[in-house]
Nanobody
Framework: VQLVESGGGLVQTGGSLRLSCAAS????????IGWYRQAPGKEREGVVC????????YYADDVKGRFTFSRDKAKSMVYLQMNSLKPDDTAVYLC??????????????????WGKGTRVTVSS
């Protein structure tokens, strides 16, 4: 499995960015895939996990209504459209495969599969 993120950058508060993740070695019909983020000095946290097996996409509470996950099976791409960005969204965003969402918490099976991340900086 290989995941390669792109699309990060510097944006002002209230602005938008679309992150992309090129995925190879996955079965898009069955695999769960999503995004995590890691802010400076903080632990990695789940942002969204899309689970093909149950057809659901789960979002962290603080991004609901602002972020939208999508996937293009034909292109083996997943996206994260981020609107109404806030300084607290500043982080490195990482694409992850084999994620799950259980009892209001994000996780990943084993060590998961990770990209190297793309940096998002939201200025105030």
């Amino acid at each position: 499995v290989q995941l390669v993120e792109s699309g990060g950058g510097l944006v002002q508060t209230g602005g938008s960015l679309r992150l992309s993740c090129a995925a190879s070695g996955l079965n898009f019909e069955q695999d769960a895939i999503g995004w995590y983020r890691q802010a400076p000095g903080k632990e990695r946290e789940g942002v969204v996990c899309s689970i093909s097996s149950d057809g659901n996409t789960y979002y962290a509470d603080d991004v609901k209504g602002r972020f939208t996950f999508s996937r293009d099976k034909a292109k083996s791409m997943v996206y994260l459209q981020m609107n109404s960005l806030k300084p607290d969204d500043t982080a490195v965003y990482l694409c992850v495969a084999d994620c799950y969402y259980l009892i209001d918490s994000f996780g990943y099976y084993g060590e998961g599969y990770w990209g190297k991340g793309t940096r998002v900086t939201v200025s105030s």
